[in-house]
């Protein structure tokens, strides 16, 4: 990812269930990468984003496809990992809008009356 990518900053896009363990090889990696939905316009960087491989070539989510375009990918393992390009008409507003939403934590009280 390093190799590919010209700038000091990678941000990637994975479902929930990747975040994590992607973070975590990335930092032991000593790769300065954030979440997709952290962009900013004056902190420019690369694009990344997983998927799992099971899931067949290009299923990347619509939010990805419509903003982005694939520049190439490699599926190494159980993940497919895809470099991005923004699109010049691409709207970075609408990957903010899940982190700036207050998420509610459902607790197992809140399954019982």
Same mark, same amino acid.
């Given at each position: 990812? /390093?190799?590919? $990518?010209?700038?000091?900053? &990678?941000?990637?896009?994975?479902?929930?269930?990747?975040?994590? #363990?992607?973070?975590?090889?990335? /930092? =032991?990696?000593?790769?300065?990468?954030? #979440? =997709?939905?952290?962009?900013?316009? %004056?902190? #420019?960087? $690369? !694009?990344?984003? !997983?998927? #799992?491989? @099971?899931?067949?070539?290009?299923?990347?989510?619509?939010? &990805?496809?419509?903003?982005?375009?694939?520049?190439?990918?490699?599926? @190494?393992?159980?993940?497919?990992?895809?470099?991005?390009?923004? /699109?010049?008409?691409? %709207?970075?507003?609408?990957?903010?809008?899940?982190?700036? /939403?207050?998420? @509610?934590?459902?607790?197992?009280?809140?399954?019982?009356?």
């Amino acid at each position: 990812m /390093k190799n590919s $990518c010209d700038k000091t900053v &990678i941000y990637y896009y994975a479902i929930s269930e990747y975040t994590t #363990p992607i973070e975590y090889v990335l /930092k =032991l990696k000593n790769i300065d990468a954030y #979440p =997709l939905e952290t962009y900013r316009a %004056d902190q #420019p960087g $690369c !694009f990344f984003a !997983f998927e #799992p491989s @099971r899931l067949g070539e290009n299923k990347l989510d619509k939010k &990805i496809m419509g903003n982005f375009s694939i520049v190439e990918y490699q599926t @190494r393992g159980i993940l497919r990992v895809y470099r991005l390009q923004l /699109k010049e008409n691409a %709207d970075m507003s609408i990957f903010g809008e899940t982190s700036q /939403k207050k998420k @509610r934590q459902l607790l197992w009280r809140d399954l019982w009356f």
